[in-house]
């Protein structure tokens, strides 16, 4: 298959397949990317729905304005946007559970709750099991601005 011509959009295609499979950016393989990749989709799809939703009834009845040829076309386009919203709340409900069937717990479809790696922290904080928040050593329970506005009210 030549790089040139109709088949240089599929080239790119598999190029990018392969490379996005073979060498993921993320640290920790093709779990970590998924699990990215999975808590980005979890953040983005129920606004986009919501969006279709509206939109899908803004344009049906802006339809209904219009003659019959065009109330005909709006309806379409409004089905349309009605679909595209009810699977991608689909997609959000059913996706975690089979990424995690198909690679186990290591993939985690919820924002990252490890705290950051410390910069400069006083050693007695990691022998403690605890994090730093500089100055202070916070346990893995709590975050960093949570234990920040709890010692500022004190």
């Given at each position: 298959?030549?790089l040139t011509?109709?088949n240089?959009?599929l ?5 990018f397949?392969t490379?996005?499979?073979?060498y ?6 093709l779990s970590a ?9 979890m953040g983005?799809l129920?606004?986009v729905?919501?969006v ?5 009834g803004?344009i049906?009845?802006?339809g209904?304005l219009m003659g ?5 076309r709006a309806n379409?386009?409004?089905t349309?946007?009605l679909?595209?919203?009810?699977i991608?709340?689909m ?7 089979i990424l995690?069937?198909l690679?186990g ?10 705290p950051p790696?410390?910069q400069t922290?006083n050693p007695?904080?990691i022998a403690a099991?605890t ?10 329970s709590?975050?960093c ?10």
């Open positions: 298959m030549a011509g109709k240089l959009p080239s790119i295609l598999i190029a397949a490379f996005g499979v073979s993921p950016q993320y640290a920790g393989g990317g998924l699990g990215n990749l999975c808590s980005s989709l983005v129920p606004i729905s919501m279709g939703v509206v939109g899908g803004l049906y009845a802006g209904q019959a040829e065009t109330r005909a379409v386009w409004a349309s946007l679909v595209g919203s009810v991608s709340i997609i959000t409900a059913v996706a975690p559970p995690t069937a690679y717990s290591t993939v985690s479809c919820t924002a990252s709750s490890s790696p410390p922290c007695a904080c099991g994090h730093c928040c500089y100055p202070i050593c916070v346990p893995l709590q975050t601005v949570a234990s920040a506005s709890a010692t500022s009210t004190k």
